[in-house]
């Protein structure tokens, strides 16, 4: 009766190294879900052929090690059709571990890398959103996108403006305003201005992780100044989600 089970309960190289250390001749063959299959044949206790992902011999067991999961069965005293592997099975499996740990680590980095581009695409398109705005509108000076914590995600400001200063003023209002929402139970935080004789400070809900903060000058349209602000808020938490 051959020998059954998965990959997750053995591996690969753990199957390779039994079968060699054991001294066996058997034709090891394992099989993904989607079908996919490849087969390894041993003879006394040497790998001397595999076949799998259109490769045969060696370079079949450094692609069948890349597998993290299938099944597998074993045929003992099966012999292989042809053989195609001489080096000592010892070397074809560290070669093939090698080149299996360069491949997770080149994707790992892809990935890494693709998160990063990601990030920056993200930072592009929401300072692309700020610069619009304070560009296109004739009451917003100034514009921010800053975390809950305080942080600054974004910022078209002033140049004599600090972006931490605004940052941790927009934090401090967002906390102020929720217990004041709260305690006076109306509902979750939106919106909140706050007029000076120089100007005014508006601060929306841009998602669960942000908001817009908007700065204008004096005497100013604020229902124009609302829109703008709205539709920005609106842009940023679609971006942010």
């Given at each position: 009766?051959?020998?059954?089970?998965?990959?997750?309960?053995?591996?690969?190289?753990?199957?390779?190294?039994?079968?060699?250390?054991?001294?066996?001749?058997?034709?090891?063959?394992?099989?993904?879900?989607?079908?996919?299959?490849?087969?390894?044949?041993?003879?006394?206790?040497?790998?001397?052929?595999?076949?799998?992902?259109?490769?045969?011999?060696?370079?079949?067991?450094?692609?069948?090690?890349?597998?993290?999961?299938?099944?597998?069965?074993?045929?003992?005293?099966?012999?292989?059709?042809?053989?195609t592997i001489r080096m000592p099975w010892s070397a074809v499996l560290m070669e093939g571990l090698r080149r299996a740990d360069e491949r997770r680590r080149?994707?790992?980095?892809?990935?890494?890398?693709?998160?990063?581009?990601?990030?920056?695409?993200?930072?592009?398109?929401?300072?692309?959103?700020?610069?619009?705005?304070?560009e296109s509108s004739g009451d917003v000076r100034g514009a921010a996108v800053v975390g809950r914590d305080g942080l600054i995600i974004a910022a078209h400001?002033?140049?004599?403006?600090?972006?931490?200063?605004?940052?941790?003023?927009?934090?401090?209002?967002?906390?102020?305003?929720?217990?004041?929402?709260?305690?006076?139970?109306?509902?979750?935080?939106?919106?909140?201005?706050?007029?000076?004789?120089?100007?005014?400070?508006?601060?929306?809900?841009?998602?669960?992780?942000?908001?817009?903060?908007?700065?204008?000058?004096?005497?100013?349209?604020l229902g124009m100044v609302f829109l703008e602000v709205r539709e920005a808020a609106g842009a940023v938490a679609e971006i942010l989600s």
């Open positions: 009766m051959a020998l059954q089970g998965t990959l997750g309960d053995l591996s690969l190289s753990d199957l390779i190294q039994l079968h060699c250390q054991a001294g066996s001749t058997a034709r090891l063959t394992i099989q993904k879900a989607s079908g996919e299959s490849g087969r390894l044949y041993f003879e006394g206790g040497e790998i001397v052929h595999a076949e799998g992902e259109g490769f045969q011999g060696s370079e079949a067991v450094y692609a069948l090690l890349t597998w993290q999961e299938g099944s597998f069965e074993v045929d003992q005293n099966t012999a292989a059709p042809t053989r080149n994707e790992n980095s892809s990935k890494n890398q693709e998160g990063v581009m990601a990030g920056e695409n993200r930072r592009e398109r929401l300072a692309q959103i700020l610069s619009q705005l304070v400001l002033p140049a004599k403006m600090e972006q931490a200063r605004v940052g941790a003023v927009a934090a401090a209002l967002l906390s102020l305003s929720g217990r004041s929402i709260g305690q006076l139970e109306r509902g979750e935080f939106q919106q909140t201005l706050i007029q000076g004789t120089e100007g005014n400070v508006l601060i929306t809900d841009a998602g669960k992780n942000a908001v817009f903060v908007a700065l204008t000058g004096k005497d100013v349209n």
